[in-house]
């Protein structure tokens, strides 16, 4: 069985590992997702995408070294919370699109949780 810090450690791995390679995902769709933020509507939307990119590495970095991992947990669930609200507005739509929507608030929501529990044991 692997060691308390161990098992820490590889939690923030996958977790802040998955927001890094999203991170540098989006920049490779950058154009395509800044035009998508701007048709729904947020103001600046290159700006914004800009520092949601930023934010994803840079907190999801620093979750994985542990370095002030409760502030990376805390800012990345300000970003689940801005990332929902502009691309799973579940309300918008009907049938299997919704669906594929609700069940991206239902990860973000899991994903919060789990972030939580990082805040919560302070590592």
Do not use: C
Not at 31 to 60: D, F, H, S
Not at 89 to 105: K, L, S, T
């Amino acid at each position: 069985m692997l060691e308390p810090s161990m098992l820490a450690f590889f939690g923030r791995l996958l977790l802040g590992g998955a927001f890094v390679f999203a991170g540098l995902r989006n920049i490779a769709n950058a154009k395509l997702l800044a035009g998508m933020m701007g048709a729904r509507g947020v103001p600046q939307a290159r700006l914004v995408l800009w520092a949601g990119i930023v934010l994803q590495t840079v907190a999801g970095s620093m979750l994985i070294a542990g370095f002030q991992a409760p502030y990376a947990a805390a800012a990345l669930i300000a970003f689940l919370i801005g990332g929902t609200l502009m691309f799973h507005n579940f309300w918008d739509h009907v049938g299997p699109e919704r669906a594929a929507r609700i069940n991206g608030v239902v990860g973000n929501v899991a994903l919060a949780g789990s972030f939580l529990f990082v805040i919560a044991a302070g590592q």
